[in-house]
């Protein structure tokens, strides 16, 4: 069942509370009360927020560049978060009708094959548990990049870039799950990285995957062109998400694709040149992943197996 209210309640609190003193709250770190008394402290003393919870061994270092991490995720994602709210607050309504053309099968290579069911259920990604919605319309440059797509497709923009793409996947026709999308990750990890503010000249641009073979991308538009290989060779939406991660060791907000095989979820990732199983990485904590049909919003480690894919 999907529960766009407690999503929304969920996102809303997090926006709210992006100060550091307020996520340590938010996580039960921190009272109510203590927050009041070391920003007296602060106030009185002019120390810095951090060096008096490690002063007082409220936290340790390991658990303050933890809660940093988290309130970089908060401020990298305000924008974008600040308009899921928006949206779902004010057009707050079923969007089955308005769901997103399958512009990639629409180009398949092969035709959907029976190897390739719908999975029964979804390992919890790097421990994270999840709610699911299947309300994606707040999602605007995800929406923004299959228009774009189909209109690329529609007036043969980057026709030769896609023909050689095309030619490249032929010979994955058929292969199992887990071979197919390693070739499919070192296949599209062969193009340029870029960053979206080099070429497009703004600071998060969703680039179709014609644009991408055409002038390279950033991780989000590695990881868009991955999940268009593997649909054009006939792997279920079901088996398929963008995943958005804190990268914990760079301290950056990252994109990966996220696979569902049937021996497990392994990513495929523009920073490794081999795909891995998730439950092998260490570095990441999910923070929302999407596909065409259903979004999901991740939250603190558990070991649950959680949300049916069917």
Request: hydrophobic share 40%; proline share 3%; net charge positive.
């Amino acid at each position: 069942m999907y529960k766009n209210k407690g999503i929304l309640r969920l996102i809303k609190k997090h926006i709210n509370h992006n100060r550091l003193g307020d996520i340590l709250v938010l996580k039960g770190v921190l009272s109510t009360q203590q927050l009041k008394n070391i920003l007296k402290r602060q106030k009185e003393t002019s120390l810095r927020f951090g060096q008096i919870l490690i002063e007082d061994n409220i936290i340790s270092r390991r658990q303050l560049a933890t809660a940093l991490a988290i309130q970089s995720i908060m401020r990298s994602f305000a924008m974008t978060a600040t308009l899921v709210v928006t949206l779902l607050t004010f057009t707050i309504k079923p969007s089955h009708a308005e769901a997103i053309k399958d512009i990639p099968i629409n180009i398949s290579l092969v035709s959907a094959s029976n190897d390739f069911k719908s999975v029964s259920y979804y390992p919890a990604l790097f421990g994270s548990s999840e709610q699911a919605s299947s309300d994606i319309s707040a999602f605007t440059k995800w929406h923004d990049m299959f228009t774009k797509f189909e209109r690329d497709i529609a007036y043969g923009t980057g026709s030769e870039s896609l023909s050689h793409w095309k030619e490249n996947l032929e010979g994955l026709k058929g292969l199992p799950l887990k071979v197919m999308a390693t070739k499919v990750n070192k296949l599209i990890n062969k193009n340029r990285y870029i960053t979206d503010k080099k070429n497009w000249g703004k600071s998060d641009y969703w680039a179709t995957p014609t644009e991408f073979l055409t002038r390279g991308g950033d991780c989000e538009d590695f990881a868009i062109a991955k999940y268009v290989s593997l649909r054009a060779l006939g792997v279920p939406e079901s088996r398929l998400r963008i995943a958005i991660v804190q990268d914990t060791v760079k301290n950056i907000p990252h994109a990966i694709l996220v696979v569902y095989t049937n021996s497990g979820a392994v990513i495929l990732d523009n920073q490794s040149k081999i795909m891995k199983y998730a439950n092998a990485i260490k570095r990441y904590k999910p923070i929302f992943s999407i596909n065409r049909t259903a979004w999901w919003l991740h939250k603190s480690p558990t070991n649950t197996v959680v949300a049916s894919a069917q």
